[in-house]
């Protein structure tokens, strides 16, 4: 079975700073789906970003970026110029095309942007 | 109505009672998912319906009864539900499994307290 771990359970930025958010993830299967999910208060979640294992270039959406380290099985993500709308909880997710599509989210890592 | 939608988005229920969990969604996917989401514990899929018929059950207790009438309709039929059950209930959507992109969209959930 897979395992998602976000180590990170709480962090803070000031606003149009940058801030990195780390996870890890267990694996043995060689195609699969990584992604990261937003969830602000409001409780809708949002899908942030998402990487295919086979793509070695990092996937890229506007202010969000990913560091995708197959080898290691490492997926942190990046908020550029953090916005006060970016106050939210993250999750990383694993995605095994094997297992139906099967999500396996990590614990999320909970993100306050500060003015 | 676009996106995912579920109703109702705050529901209190005693043990004795039955009550339903609706969700709809309007982006032609074909796969729904229920998911617990406890407080301090990672999202929990609970059930995967693809093309109407269930191919998972992550081994939940019979309380919680799923119901897929077609692609674009889920529910969740709850009764003698305890007291550990309070969580929030997300519904998912997607394109089937094994779609290229089939990410899952997420509706706002249901906050479900049981007394």
């Known amino acids: 079975a897979q395992t998602v771990t976000q180590s990170q359970p709480e962090m803070s930025v000031q606003e149009a700073e940058t801030v990195t958010l780390s996870c890890t993830y267990d694996?043995?299967?060689?195609?699969?789906?990584l992604f990261w999910y937003k969830q602000p208060p409001s409780r809708q979640m949002i899908l942030v970003i998402r990487q295919e294992a086979y793509k070695q270039q990092n996937a890229t959406e506007n202010r969000f970026s990913v560091n995708f380290q197959k080898a290691a099985k490492s997926f942190s993500l990046k908020i550029s110029d953090s916005q006060l709308g970016d106050t939210a909880m993250y999750f990383c997710?694993?995605?095994?095309?094997?297992?139906?599509?099967?999500?396996?989210f990590g614990g999320g890592t909970r993100v306050l942007v500060k003015p | 109505e676009t996106g995912v939608t579920q109703t109702p988005r705050h529901l209190v229920m005693g043990m004795t009672n039955k009550k339903s969990l609706k969700c709809e969604q309007h982006?032609?996917?074909?796969?729904m998912y229920w998911y617990k989401q406890s407080a301090k514990k990672p999202l929990e899929l609970m059930f995967v319906y693809n093309f109407k018929e269930q191919t998972e059950n992550n081994s939940v207790p019979s309380r919680f009864s799923p119901e897929c009438p077609n692609s674009s309709h889920l529910f969740l039929h709850l009764h003698t539900l305890q007291p550990e059950d309070s969580a929030l209930y997300l519904c998912?959507?997607?394109?089937?499994?094994?779609?290229?992109?089939?990410?899952?969209?997420f509706g706002p959930g249901t906050r479900l307290t049981v007394t």
């Open positions: 694996t043995s299967e060689s195609n699969y789906y």
């Open positions: 998912a959507s997607s394109l089937s499994p094994g779609t290229s992109g089939s990410e899952q969209y």
């Open positions: 997710a694993f995605c095994d095309k094997a297992a139906g599509n099967k999500l396996t």
């Open positions: 982006l032609g996917h074909n796969a």
